[in-house]
C-alpha cells in the first residue's frame, strides 16, 4: 500500500478514536486526557495496534499541541495582572513549590535513580494542569468565587517557574558543564526578562499589529507570531511552550478574547495529539511494575495541593469551603508533566520515568475532576451551613 494512504489511514483512526473517546469522557463526566493516554498506551510500542509510519508526523503534531496548549493559556491573562498576582501570592507560590516538587525529587533519590531524574521528578510532581483545572472551574460555575482568582494566581506562578525549571532541567539532562549550565540558565532569565518588559511596555503596539477585522487574518497572525516567538525561545534555551505562554501575555481585552475563541478548536486537536504522543514512547507492560509507587505518589500529591490551596485561600481571607474548593481545583496533573517526563525520557535519564510518569498523571487527570464533582454537594452544603466561608 501506498505510504501517503497509509499515513492518512493511521492519522484518520488515531482523530476518530480520540473523538469516540473524548465522547465517552464527556458522558461520564472525566477529563478526555486519561483516554488520550491510554490511547497512546493502544497505539505505540507493546500496544494493540503500533502504528507504522505516522509516528513523526504525530510527533510534529504534539509540539504544536503544547504551543497551543500554553498559548490559550496566556490569553487568559495581561502582564499588568500577571505581575500584581505575582507580587500579592508569591509566598503562596513557594509553598507550592516546596510541597509539591518534593514528593518526586525525594521518591526518585530513594529509588536510587540519580540527581538530575530527581529533579525532573520534581517538575512532573509539582504542575498543576492548567487546562484540566480551568475546564473544572468552569464546569462546577466555580469561576465567580473568591478563591479562583488565587488558583489562577498559583497556576501563573507555577507556569513562570517552569520558565525557570525547563531551561535548567534541559542543561542537567545534556550533561553540560557548571558553565554551561550557568550559562542556559541566564540565557532563559534574559529571554523571559526581555519577552515580559515587551509586554508590559509594547503591549499596545503588539496588539495593534495583530488585530484584524478578520478572522482568518487574526487567526494566522496570532498562531504565527506564536510560533516565531517559541522557535526563538527554544534557540535561547528557553522552552518554546514558554515563549508562546508570554505571547499569549502580550495579548489582552477583546483581542485576546476573539483570539481564544477561534484558537480553542485548533488546541483541542493538538493537544489531543501532544497526549497520544506522550503514550506512545510508553511501553504499557512498563507501567504495571510502576503503578504502586505512582498511587503512592497520586495520593501525596493529593494532599499537597489541598494543603496549598487551603494555605493560599487562607491567606486571602477565604472561609473553610473557598478553601476547600481551592485546593480540589489544584489537585489535576496533565500537560507540563508530560512535556517534563516526556524531555527526560528523551534524554535517557531513567527508564522507569516514563512509565511512572504517565501512571501518575492518568490517575490524577482522572480523579483531579471527579474528585471536584464528588465533593462539590458536600462544598456547597458546606457553604450554606456556614454563608461566611463562602
Known amino acids: 500500500m501506498h505510504h501517503t494512504a497509509i499515513l492518512f489511514l493511521e492519522l484518520g483512526g488515531v482523530i476518530l478514536a480520540l473523538g469516540i473517546l473524548g465522547a465517552l469522557a464527556l458522558r461520564v463526566g472525566i477529563s478526555p486526557i486519561p483516554l488520550y493516554l491510554v490511547a497512546g498506551l493502544a497505539f ?102 473568591r478563591e479562583t482568582p488565587v488558583v489562577l494566581s498559583l497556576l501563573v506562578f507555577e507556569d513562570l517557574t517552569m520558565a525557570l525549571y525547563l531551561p535548567i532541567l534541559t542543561a542537567l539532562l545534556a550533561g553540560v558543564s557548571l558553565l554551561s549550565g550557568a550559562i542556559t540558565v541566564a540565557i532563559a532569565l534574559a529571554t523571559v526578562t526581555v519577552v515580559l518588559v515587551v509586554a508590559l511596555k509594547f503591549g499596545d503596539w503588539i496588539e495593534k499589529f495583530v488585530a484584524s477585522p478578520n478572522s482568518e487574518v487574526l487567526l494566522l497572525k496570532v498562531i504565527g507570531l506564536a510560533m516565531l516567538v517559541a522557535g526563538l525561545a527554544q534557540q535561547l534555551q528557553v522552552s518554546a511552550a514558554v515563549g508562546a505562554f508570554l505571547v499569549g501575555i502580550a495579548l489582552s481585552g477583546e483581542l485576546a478574547h476573539d483570539a481564544r475563541a477561534l484558537l480553542m478548536p485548533i488546541r483541542d486537536l493538538f493537544a489531543a495529539v501532544f497526549f497520544v504522543f506522550f503514550g506512545l514512547q510508553t511501553d504499557p507492560a512498563k507501567i504495571v511494575p510502576v503503578l504502586w509507587l505512582a498511587a503512592i505518589l497520586a495520593f501525596v500529591s493529593m494532599v499537597t495541593k489541598l494543603a496549598t490551596g487551603a494555605f493560599a485561600a487562607r491567606r486571602a481571607g477565604i472561609g473553610r469551603a473557598g478553601r476547600v474548593r481551592a485546593g480540589i481545583a489544584l489537585i489535576p496533573r496533565g500537560e507540563f508533566n508530560i512535556v517534563i517526563a516526556g524531555l527526560a525520557v528523551a534524554a535517557g535519564a531513567h527508564p522507569d520515568l516514563g512509565p511512572l510518569a504517565a501512571a501518575y498523571v492518568l490517575i490524577l487527570a482522572a480523579f483531579g475532576p471527579l474528585a471536584a464533582r464528588l465533593t462539590a454537594p458536600l462544598v456547597a452544603a458546606l457553604t450554606k451551613a456556614k454563608p461566611a466561608t463562602h
Open 44 to 145: 505505540g510500542t507493546g500496544g494493540i495496534l503500533p502504528l507504522a509510519t505516522s509516528e513523526e508526523f504525530i510527533a510534529t503534531g504534539a509540539e504544536l499541541g503544547v504551543i497551543l496548549l500554553l498559548l490559550t493559556l496566556g490569553l487568559e491573562y495581561n502582564a499588568d495582572e500577571l505581575m500584581t498576582s505575582l507580587k500579592s501570592n508569591a509566598p503562596s507560590g513557594l509553598v507550592d513549590l516546596v510541597l509539591n516538587a518534593a514528593p518526586g525529587a525525594i521518591a526518585a533519590l530513594l529509588l536510587g535513580w540519580g540527581p538530575v531524574a530527581a529533579v525532573a521528578m520534581a517538575g512532573v510532581t509539582y504542575a498543576t494542569s492548567s487546562g484540566i483545572t480551568a475546564k473544572v472551574l468552569s464546569d462546577l460555575g466555580w469561576i465567580g468565587n
